[in-house]
T-cell receptor, first 113, second 111 residues
Framework: DAGITQSPRHKVTETGTPVTLRCHQT?????MYWYRQDPGHGLRLIHY???????DKGEVSDGYSVSRSKTEDFLLTLESATSSQTSVYFC????????????FGEGSRLTVL | DQQVKQNSPSLSVQEGRISILNCDYT??????FLWYKKYPAEGPTFLIS?????DKNEDGRFTVFLNKSAKHLSLHIVPSQPGDSAVYFC??????????FGSGTKLNVKP
């Protein structure tokens, strides 16, 4: 258990509303990631963070913003949700410097109507 | 453009036989490769990895092979078991920063 909690686990919202997904870790790791999983596309990196207030874009960052004000929390915000952002969102942490692999949370299923 | 590609969306094998899952990549800067397994409604779980300085890594029934000149890696599962039925993702990284994933291969192991 990598100590990652995502909330909410399920959310249904309407087009144009803002949505924030939260990722919380208990292990004090520096690197955190947000991915989305869609059929035919696999897992695509949205944004990642390499420290408090240090973030960078991934492959599909348009329409998303992130914030990391403390080590344990990494927030993903959809400023104005669209139907194309209906997806399953996964948070991950990296135990960089050890074995390097990512450990994932259980996912947050978002439906935008 | 996808930097990591899994061209087979699905694979079906008989229990006890070998499963071979393939993955290709385009970025020569990738130096670390991983395989993940994913069951429905769960997050992906780490399976096995390989550094670019190696060409093979084994862990029990799972072996990953890396062919750098061809920019190709494969995952061998021997013998395959019904519990191995899942979606398998390959991933690649340069310097353990961004991790890029393929689109996944759904493995079905028939009893």
């Amino acid at each position: 258990d990598a100590g990652i909690t995502q909330s909410p686990r399920h959310k249904v919202t309407e087009t144009g509303t803002p949505v924030t997904l939260r990722c919380h870790q208990t292990e004090n790791h520096r690197y955190m990631y947000w991915y989305r999983q869609d059929p035919g596309h696999g897992l695509r990196l949205i944004h990642y963070s390499y420290g408090v207030k240090d973030t960078d874009k991934g492959e599909v960052s348009d329409g998303y913003s992130v914030s990391r004000s403390k080590t344990e929390d990494f927030l993903l915000t959809l400023e104005s949700a669209t139907s194309s952002q209906t997806s399953v969102y996964f948070c991950a942490i990296s135990r960089q410097g050890e074995t390097g692999e990512l450990f994932f949370g259980e996912g947050s299923r978002l439906t935008v109507l | 453009d996808q930097q990591v590609k899994q061209n087979s969306p699905s694979l079906s094998v008989q229990e006890g036989r070998i499963s071979i899952l393939n993955c290709d990549y385009t970025n020569s800067m990738f130096d670390y490769f991983l395989w993940y397994k994913k069951y429905p409604a769960e997050g992906p779980t780490f399976l096995i990895s390989i550094s670019s300085i190696k060409d093979k890594n084994e862990d029990g029934r799972f072996t990953v092979f890396l062919n750098k000149s061809a920019k190709h890696l494969s995952l061998h599962i021997v013998p395959s078991q019904p519990g191995d039925s899942a979606v398998y993702f390959c991933a690649a990284s340069a310097n353990f920063n961004k991790f890029y994933f393929g689109s996944g291969t759904k493995l079905n192991v028939k009893p």
